[in-house]
Structure formats: structure tokens, C-alpha cells
């Protein structure tokens, strides 16, 4: 059984050639900036191991957790809106593309906002992950901010076989 309370930080990795070199698996989380994926990554850990901030756009490189000496949880920054700007958005979406060839990649946490549409980001990733046969669980966050109405048309969605709704209020 894995032990998720035995997790700690690695490394802040700007690429995939700066990942950690001992071939564990790797579970990344993905979605927009802003979603909850720093907030998932802490609430499965039972601690502030990965930043989490209101402001969109913090997270900029691959933020690996080493969870019970087993496998990484990889924090991915956001995309769509970042503070960056569209220099960065580049930068990201040619990470990613990289990211999605690791060897070690067993699977994605593609994270939704249950209470927003997916936009064409969010479905051409998704659409994405699903060519390259990419195992993806897709989690709605921010169910703590959504009513029920919005809760439903979420789980309702036709994204992947496993959906689950995610509260911050839950941590």
C-alpha cells in the first residue's frame, strides 16, 4: 500500500532533461493555470509540499514529489492565462510536448474546473492524451465554489472513463 503522508519535494525540473534519473513512474497533473492542481498534489499528500497561490501562473517548471519512495507526482505550470504572457504559453506548450514523450510517464490528473466549459485548450490537450493512449484520470475541482447544477453537467461531461469531483474545502 502506498503511503501518499510520505512524500517530499525533488526538484523544480525547467525540462524534461532535468527530471530525476533513477526511472521511477511519474504521474503528472495538468489542466489551466489556476485549476487546483497544486491544491490536489497537498490535499493527497496531507501537506504544503507544492505551492499553491490565488494568483494564476505561479507554477513555471515541472515540480517533482517523490510519494513513499515509489513514484513522482509531477506539478505541470498551467496554461492558457499566465502573467507571463505568450512567450511563456510557448515555452510551455513545447515542455509539454516533450513532457508527454517521458518514458516514465505512467499516467495524467487532468484537472477541469466543474464550474467552467472546457475551452479549446482543455479539449485539444484532452484529445491529445487520449491519441497517445496517455492513462487520464479527469478530476472537476473547485466543487466547493460550485452548486449542484454545475456539479451534475460536470460529471454529465463525456471525458475518459474515471471523473471525480475535487473540493478544496475538503483538505
Given amino acids: ?25 511519474e504521474l503528472v497533473f495538468v489542466g489551466r493555470s489556476n485549476v487546483g492542481k497544486s491544491s ?13 497561490s490565488k ?25 492558457g492565462y499566465t502573467h507571463y504572457g505568450s512567450k511563456e504559453d510557448d515555452a510551455f506548450g513545447k515542455m509539454m510536448e516533450r513532457y508527454f514523450e517521458n518514458p516514465a510517464l505512467v499516467g495524467c490528473v487532468f484537472l477541469l474546473d466543474c464550474r467552467l466549459e472546457p475551452n479549446a485548450d482543455d479539449l485539444l490537450l484532452l484529445s491529445y492524451l487520449q ?19 454545475e456539479k451534475q453537467k460536470a460529471l454529465s461531461r463525456p471525458y475518459g472513463d474515471e471523473r471525480i469531483l475535487f473540493s478544496q474545502e475538503d483538505n
Wanted: positive net charge; aromatic residues 14%.
Fill in 1 to 25: 500500500m502506498i503511503d501518499f503522508r510520505k512524500a517530499r519535494y525533488i526538484i523544480s525540473a525547467p525540462s524534461l532533461d532535468y527530471r530525476p534519473k533513477d526511472k521511477l513512474p
Fill in 40 to 52: 490536489l498534489i497537498n490535499a493527497l499528500t496531507g501537506q504544503k509540499l507544492a505551492y499553491s
Fill in 55 to 79: 494568483r494564476a501562473g505561479k507554477t513555471r517548471y515541472l515540480n517533482y514529489f517523490l510519494i513513499d519512495d515509489a513514484f513522482y507526482l509531477v506539478d505541470s505550470p498551467g496554461y
Fill in 131 to 149: 491519441k497517445e493512449s496517455i492513462p487520464t484520470l479527469v478530476v472537476f475541482s473547485k466543487a466547493d465554489k460550485a452548486n449542484q447544477s
